[in-house]
């Protein structure tokens, strides 16, 4: 899936909308049960987002890990691991998780 790129105001209001995401469980088709460690602002880039990933699931800092990211495009991941399974975890952006959960959210769309 292609996205844009957020700025970092537009990250934290959608940050701050799917919050209360965190500490919950989900299911998407066949996959394990999966629970949401944190909703958090990232670096938009996917090498970015799996450094990020990994580095916070190490620290749980996310904030020092945003403060030494030197780019200016952001977005927003859910960061989960198997409910069965803290070791196992994963990422995914809050755009695919609302389109694959059929949540319904109007995301700022950048012209190009």
């Known amino acids: 899936m292609q996205f844009t790129s957020f700025t970092l105001e537009e990250a ?7 919050e209360d995401l965190g500490d919950t469980e989900f299911k998407i088709g066949s996959s394990p049960l999966m629970f949401i460690d944190a909703v958090l602002i990232s670096p938009f880039g996917e090498a970015d ?10 620290t749980k800092d996310c904030n020092g890990l945003l403060s030494s990211y030197s780019g200016n495009v952001y977005d927003v991941m859910l960061i989960t691991c198997e409910a069965n399974d803290e ?19 109007e995301f700022p769309v950048k012209e190009e």
Do not use: H
């Open 49 to 58: 987002k799996n450094s990020f990933a990994e580095r916070y699931y190490a």
């Open 12 to 18: 934290e209001e959608i940050r701050e909308d799917f």
């Open 87 to 105: 070791a196992n975890y994963s990422f995914i952006c809050i755009r695919e998780f609302a389109e694959l959960r059929g949540i319904k959210y």
